[in-house]
């Protein structure tokens, strides 16, 4: 059974770290492209951040260039997102997806169309 299934969530203070981990089941994941996306309350799923298939490209949305750090260790099967300075408007669902890096090139997007998607895992930012 194909799964992915995201971990690490929880309340943490402004300023504050956590890091959040996909781990994958019933596929091999360094076939594939991994993204990290995220909702808040009331707001559209929006992509945080991506890293191709070997590790050796990322990409971050804006918002948490310079405070979130992804990372892959193929071996375990699972990818990180090391996220620090983290600040209220942070708070959301936090969910990771795999593209099957096939056709798709060299380097990783934040697709909506991933083939495959963890449920979920929430972060809540707060004092």
């Known amino acids: 059974q194909v799964q992915l299934v995201e971990s690490g969530g929880g309340l943490v203070q402004p300023g504050g770290s956590l890091r959040l981990s996909c781990a994958a089941s019933?596929?091999?994941?360094?076939?594939?492209?991994i993204g990290w996306f995220r909702q808040a309350p009331g707001k559209e799923r929006e992509g945080v951040s991506c890293i191709n298939s070997s590790g050796t490209a990322t990409t971050y949305t804006d918002s948490v260039k310079g405070r979130f750090t992804i990372s892959r260790d193929n071996a375990k099967n699972t990818v990180y997102l090391q996220m620090n300075n983290l600040k209220p408007e942070d708070t959301a669902v936090y969910y990771c997806a795999a593209d099957r890096a096939a056709g798709r090139g060299y380097f990783c997007s934040l697709r909506s169309d991933m083939n495959y998607w963890g449920k979920g895992n929430l972060v809540t930012v707060s004092s």
């Open positions: 019933g596929f091999t994941l360094d076939r594939y492209h």
